[in-house]
C-alpha cells in the first residue's frame, strides 16, 4: 500500500525557519500533484502549497514570499521550506500527494506534523 511520511515539524520561535519533508512510498507507478496542507486548532484544514508533477508551485496568499514548496521526484519526496514564520503559522502541517499504484489512482494524506511558532 501507499504512504505518505512527514518530517522536520517543532517549536521555532517568530521569525525563524523550518524545513518539512515528506516522503511517499510503497507500490507507487507515477505521482502526480504534491501539496502541503495546514489545519490550526479549531480552524479547517486549509492548503499551504501546491507543486505539479512538472514542478509548478502555487503558493496561499498569506505564504507567498515566506514559503517554497519543491519535490524530488526519483526519491519521491516533497519539501516545504518555511522562513520568516510567525505565530499564525501554528498548525499540524500534512502532506498530500495524487498517486497511481499497482490498482487505483487516488489521493493520499500523511499523518501529520506539528509546527509551533512562538512570539
Same mark, same amino acid.
Given at each position: &500500500?501507499? *504512504?505518505?511520511?512527514?518530517? +522536520?515539524? +517543532?517549536?521555532? *520561535?517568530? +521569525?525563524?525557519? @523550518? =524545513? @518539512?519533508?515528506? =516522503?511517499?512510498? +510503497?507500490?507507487?507507478?507515477?505521482? /502526480?500533484?504534491?501539496?502541503? /496542507?495546514? &489545519? $490550526?486548532?479549531?480552524? *479547517?484544514?486549509?492548503?499551504?502549497a501546491t507543486i505539479t508533477q512538472y514542478a509548478h508551485p502555487t503558493y496561499e496568499d498569506s505564504v507567498?514570499?515566506?514559503? =517554497?514548496?519543491?519535490?524530488?521526484n526519483f526519491r519521491k519526496m516533497v519539501f516545504l521550506q518555511m522562513d520568516s514564520l510567525e505565530p499564525?503559522?501554528? $498548525?499540524? /502541517? ?5 498517486? $497511481?499504484?499497482?490498482?487505483?489512482? $487516488?489521493? /493520499?494524506?500523511? &499523518?501529520?506534523? *506539528? ?5
Amino acid at each position: &500500500q501507499v *504512504q505518505l511520511e512527514e518530517s +522536520g515539524g +517543532g517549536l521555532v *520561535q517568530s +521569525g525563524g525557519s @523550518l =524545513t @518539512l519533508s515528506c =516522503t511517499a512510498s +510503497g507500490n507507487i507507478i507515477h505521482i /502526480y500533484d504534491m501539496a502541503w /496542507y495546514r &489545519q $490550526a486548532p479549531g480552524k *479547517q484544514r486549509e492548503v499551504v502549497a501546491t507543486i505539479t508533477q512538472y514542478a509548478h508551485p502555487t503558493y496561499e496568499d498569506s505564504v507567498k514570499g515566506r514559503f =517554497t514548496i519543491s519535490r524530488d521526484n526519483f526519491r519521491k519526496m516533497v519539501f516545504l521550506q518555511m522562513d520568516s514564520l510567525e505565530p499564525e503559522d501554528t $498548525a499540524v /502541517y500534512y502532506c498530500n500527494a495524487e498517486i $497511481a499504484g499497482l490498482v487505483s489512482r $487516488a489521493d /493520499y494524506w500523511g &499523518q501529520g506534523t *506539528q509546527v509551533t511558532v512562538s512570539s
